[in-house]
């Protein structure tokens, strides 16, 4: 029996009035580049060299962005795969992707541009670590159209709720880099929402796509998790930044559970009920997790833990104590 993973043909017309309306809702969003970035703090590395008490945000929010940026950037990649994913299926979704590509561009360019002018980050540092995940060349791994969309709802509302969350950290040590979390978030609420109703349209017209979706979610993985130090992130953003499982839950998986009315789908593949039947184990075990989620550490814990990631050594780090937050 087939798994039901490439995209109904019959849904053309509702993917194009979908595209339709995300072009007309990003015409909202200001992205003047060149005045969300603070110019007036950049200064000449070569007769300013970086240290870490010029630094103005937190450890931990300054790793908080540059996990983001880290994820950003390998964007050509993850171009090239939903490329692939999408190639000889419907025209409307090339075309998205093109257009998502464009808009995901400048997600990285500012994030980096913010933390080089406001000097948060070691250029030096930075710059490596951009080309070693770039090189990494990590793509998504699903294998048809209807699994990329699923993986990619999941995903551009995981990067919009985490944006969100950081952009409130952010709130009390620059309002400037506030305002450009809260400007990507933006384009991450679009993305997710072309994606979502996609996913929806599949499960109303045919129950049975719970199937394949079943697989997506519960090995569900961010692109960025293959960066270094990807789980010592994971812990500083818990502690220090808002987000760790409860928020991933709560702000992602539950969201798309109840819009995708997954609770009350009525699959008719034998396959389809019994990957029904595992979700609902997995959603059950994950809502038990988020609710009895212990913090494994203290506020105190991740900035130590952020410094150690960041590379200050004893001798740099009495001007981070000082820092924000």
């Known amino acids: 029996m087939p798994k039901l993973t490439a995209v109904d043909q019959r849904l053309e017309n509702k993917l ?14 200001d992205w003047s580049y060149h005045n969300l970035i603070p110019w007036e ?21 300054a790793v908080a962005v540059e996990t983001a940026l880290l994820t950003e950037v390998n964007l050509p990649w993850f171009t090239a795969g939903l490329t692939d994913i999408f190639s000889g299926s419907l025209e409307v979704l090339q075309d998205f992707v093109r257009t998502w590509t464009s808009e995901e561009d400048q997600h990285s360019n500012i994030l980096e541009t913010y933390l080089l002018v406001t000097r948060n980050i070691d250029p030096d540092r930075l710059h490596h670590l951009r080309k070693a995940v770039v090189r990494g060349a990590w793509t998504p791994g699903e294998a048809s159209p209807f699994e990329g969309m699923a993986y990619t709802s999941i995903q551009e509302l995981s990067t919009q709720a985490f944006y969100i969350s950081v952009a409130k950290k952010a709130d009390g040590e620059d309002p400037v880099l506030a305002h450009i979390l809260r400007t990507i978030a933006k384009d991450e609420t679009l993305h997710y929402a072309f994606y979502r109703e996609a996913v929806k349209a599949h499960l109303e ?4 796509y719970v199937w394949p979706l079943c697989d997506v979610l519960t090995n569900f993985f961010m692109p960025g998790h293959l960066m ?23 702000n992602v998986v539950d969201v798309l559970v109840r819009i995708w009315d997954i609770k009350n789908l009525h699959p008719t593949y034998p396959e389809a009920q019994a990957a029904l039947k595992r979700l609902n184990r997995y959603l059950d075990r994950l809502a038990r997790v988020a609710a009895a989620q212990q913090r494994l550490g203290t506020p105190e814990t991740a900035r130590k833990a952020a410094i150690d990631l960041l590379g200050y050594d004893s001798t740099q780090q009495d001007g981070t104590e000082a820092l924000a937050g």
Do not use: C, V
């Open 228 to 250: 270094p130090n990807f789980h010592e992130r994971q812990l500083i953003m818990s502690l220090g930044a808002n987000y760790g499982i409860a928020a991933y839950y709560n």
């Open 205 to 208: 017209l045919n129950p049975n």
């Open 16 to 29: 194009k009035e979908l595209y339709a309306s995300h072009i007309q809702r990003t015409t909202k969003i």
């Open 41 to 61: 703090r950049g200064r000449n590395f070569k007769t300013d060299p970086w240290h870490p008490s010029q630094a103005t945000i937190s450890p931990e929010l």
